[in-house]
């Protein structure tokens, strides 16, 4: 009698010993790939070239396989943009390419080849896509697809796949600080940087700024901000150019630390990230919520933006263990459900972060839930009001 109690008990137990939590719902928000500079370096004539060719076809239908008979290429004369060469400012490049390539590839080997979660084969049907209306942002996102879903075969002319990707105008797109939809942001920002923290800072770095000022010939800069010269440095470096005599290694560093401290003055600002960013986390909760209510079957979706994307949401999540984001940088949004009980996990390069509040790598959903409706404001007219 005792055996068969004990041989009861573990029948009723182990299923519960070994269950895992389910993957529900996949949220990828990234920073687009490497890129041109978004400015050029004051009385210099360094070359970009850019070889990521667009092409592009118009149509007037909806259609998810549509007939080809010609398409069109973007092209940039030599030498006629802000850089010299034929690249456009702040152009996705080839490396840029194929670091969402990669990104994509990786995930497919998580989603796909080892859990079955997603298709093998692209279905828009659980497969969401958005990005900014930025040509660098759209590609990424386009490279990530090439990796996730890589096409084996070319396609007949007439059965070529139709991908949407979703944008919105620059006008009410909430994927970045946009003061367009928010006018306090661009006034907060300036009050940030008329701030004694800020003002102190560049008399910190003004022997950089002074150093910087003779390389270039230049008496500010230029008009370039030091993390305009930093980020141009960065593209530099990443594509092995040679930079402007002078500029030395321990000036990178300091540039470094000084874009760095930057972001996080910045966005560390509890008002700036919370106008900056919480109308999209509000976005993210909401996808959550149609996953849980079963009022969408997307299982993944993709968010391709900026630095400035990532950047409000991670400090308004109250994280700080995330200093910088480089080029392909991604914050994940992962949906788990174990039972009746879900959970949400955050990773940062696929390293799991924790938020203060929850202090749990696998947050409950409602205790995710109750946080993020706490950053939410009543109006959002109201906090966007300039004061």
């Known amino acids: 009698m005792n055996n068969l109690k004990v041989i009861l008990f573990i029948t009723i137990l182990l299923p519960f010993c070994f269950t895992t939590k389910k993957l529900q719902l996949y949220q990828l928000v990234t920073r687009h790939g490497d890129r041109s500079p978004l400015h050029a370096l ?97 590609l990424s996102a386009q490279g990530l697809l090439e990796g996730l879903y890589p096409t084996t075969t070319p396609q007949q002319s007439d059965d070529i796949d139709v991908v949407t990707i979703h944008t919105i105008d620059d006008q009410t797109d909430n994927m970045y600080p946009n003061s367009d939809v928010c006018p306090r942001i661009s006034q907060l920002e300036e009050e940030i940087k008329n701030s004694d923290g800020y003002k102190n800072e560049l008399k910190q770095m003004q022997d950089v700024t002074d150093e910087l000022n003779k390389i270039f010939g230049t008496t500010d800069l230029g008009g370039l901000s030091l993390s305009n010269i930093y980020s141009t440095i960065v ?114 390069n696929d390293k799991v972060l924790t938020i203060p509040q929850c202090k749990l790598e696998d947050c409950p959903f409602n205790i995710f839930y109750k946080l993020v409706m706490e950053l939410i404001p009543n109006s959002f007219s109201t906090i966007c009001k300039t004061k």
């Not at 592009?56 to 006629?80: A, G, H, M, V, W």
């Not at 079955?116 to 279905?123: E, P, S």
């Open 42 to 138: 004051p009385n210099t004539d360094t070359d970009w070239y850019c070889y990521l060719t667009q092409y592009q076809y118009p149509s007037d239908t909806f259609d998810d396989k549509i007939q080809l008979s010609r398409l069109y290429r973007e092209k940039f004369p030599l030498n006629e943009q802000v850089l010299e060469g034929n690249c456009s400012i702040g152009q996705l490049t080839m490396k840029g390419f194929e670091q969402h390539k990669s990104l994509g590839s990786n995930l497919r080997n998580k989603l796909i080849l080892e859990t079955n979660f997603l298709q093998d084969k692209l279905d828009q049907s659980e497969t969401y896509v958005r990005s900014t209306d930025i040509r660098r942002t759209l």
């Open 235 to 348: 593209c530099y470096q990443s594509h092995s150019k040679e930079l402007p005599s002078g500029i030395t290694e321990n000036m990178i560093d300091r540039l470094h630390k000084h874009h760095t401290w930057k972001l996080n003055y910045l966005y560390g600002n509890p008002e700036f990230s919370k106008i900056a960013s919480v109308s999209f986390l509000k976005d993210l909760l909401e996808s959550m919520l149609f996953k849980i209510n079963s009022q969408n079957d997307y299982k993944f979706m993709l968010y391709s933006g900026h630095e400035s994307t990532l950047c409000p949401l991670i400090q308004l999540l109250g994280i700080t263990t995330v200093d910088e984001i480089p080029y392909a940088g991604h914050l994940s949004f992962q949906l788990l459900k174990e039972y009746k009980k879900y959970y949400v996990r955050i990773t940062f």
